[in-house]
């Protein structure tokens, strides 16, 4: 018993580990580029020159824009766009990692994929889009889809919960509102859903 809880408490330090590394690095890049960079560094986005780092997020339909699908979950544009995702990238994120850390890579990396190839093919052409919301969805469409995937007790409890605290956030996927990427949104929750159906195990396991 002792030696089980020393593994859940070791495992538990290295999730908090991860998702503060994550989380502090969001605010320190958008700390030194409110503060300093925008004043000091320009870039080439595809559609001109534009200062700061933010230009490195995805331009749709510009070669150069697909370099966003790496760098955009890390940029926000502003103070409050960052504390608005780091309260559900902390818990959804928590969410995902819960059973295996490897889940969580898994799940960041096709959310921050899908979610980027898809924004940047059917996105306007000329708009930044930047943030870690993409990625956000894309856990919420992990966790909201697992239970269905996986049929057991434990992962349809979690769907259940996010349906009945997060649901709300499945309006995001519409286009609602012009300074929202509801596409980094939609395909970054259908992203979610590809590993949910990936990462669930095959009938010949359960």
Known sequence: MKQKMQTIS????????????????FWIIVILNEVVLERILVIANGCGLSRGLNALGIVPHSFIGLRGIL????????????????APFIVLGWL??????????FVSVIA???????????????????GA??????YFGYLLFRGYFERSFVAIGISIAIALT???LIWGVLPTQSYISWEGHLFGFIGGIIAAKFLSPSKSDQ
């Open 10 to 25: 070791e495992k538990l330090k290295t999730q908090v580990k991860i998702l503060a590394a994550l989380v502090a690095a």
């Open 71 to 86: 760098f955009a979950p890390f940029l926000h544009g502003s103070f409050y766009h960052v504390a608005a995702n780091t």
């Open 96 to 105: 995902v990692m819960l059973r295996n850390i490897n889940d969580f890579y």
């Open 112 to 130: 921050a994929v899908v979610g980027g190839l898809g924004t940047w093919l059917v996105g306007r052409p000329c708009s930044v889009h930047i």
């Open 133 to 138: 919301s993409g990625v956000i969805f894309g």
């Open 166 to 168: 997060y649901g709300g």
